[in-house]
């Protein structure tokens, strides 16, 4: 089986990057991490990125007009790699159809509650606040919707007594480092098709 090119996009320290960059050093994973781009030049994934042997590439948002131009840049960036898939991983930005349309069903995303729940930031407050009993972590197909493509695969942990924004946060972290390369060997072997996608 060929394996899927992959490229990720992050903004910050990267590690469900690195978490996928390590289940795809197994020969049999289904896809191979090859390029990462991050929107800021100080993000510290594109050193871990680097010292793994991977092409990384900044594209500043700071430098375009408008979040349109930053995400047809990026884009065009992106497909000069021959890329099969993308996976965000800490990528923090609102996108616009100009990047999400031309990777419809290609692109991924992980987002740190259970969706539907508690799209957006601030996942872990909105949990507690809510007085919820479980939380978790979602990967998902990026739609127009922010957050709001369909799900490839969820982890869900409990809500402690007790349990603060960073304690919580970091106990749905570990979820998602083993989630996120479920999901993407999902969408890679074709195990996981769109809902409206012939089969």
């Avoid at 994934?45 to 010292?51: K, P, R």
């Amino acid at each position: 089986m060929k394996r899927k090119r992959v490229g990720v996009l992050i903004s910050g320290r990267g590690s469900n990057m690195a978490a996928l960059m390590q289940a795809a050093r197994d020969p049999h994973y289904p896809a191979e991490i090859v390029h990462v781009v991050s929107n800021r030049a100080d993000a510290p994934g594109l050193a871990t990125a680097a010292a793994a042997g991977l092409s990384t590439a900044v594209i500043s948002h700071r430098d375009f007009a408008s979040r349109e131009a930053f995400d047809t840049a990026l884009n065009d960036h992106l497909q000069q790699q021959a890329l099969d898939l993308i996976a965000c991983a800490g990528f923090m930005r609102i996108m616009t159809p100009a990047l999400i349309r031309p990777w419809a069903g290609r692109m991924i995303n992980i987002h740190p509650s259970l969706l539907p729940l508690y799209k957006g930031l601030h996942t872990h407050e909105r949990a507690l606040a809510d007085g919820a009993k479980t939380h978790g972590c979602s990967v998902h197909l990026v739609s127009e919707e922010l957050d709001g493509g369909p799900v490839i695969a969820q982890a869900a942990v409990p809500v402690k007594p007790g349990d603060t924004a960073e304690t919580l946060a970091a106990r749905v972290l570990v979820e998602e480092h083993k989630l996120y390369p479920v999901a993407l060997a999902l969408l890679a072997t074709g195990a996981f098709r769109p809902p409206g996608k012939p089969s």
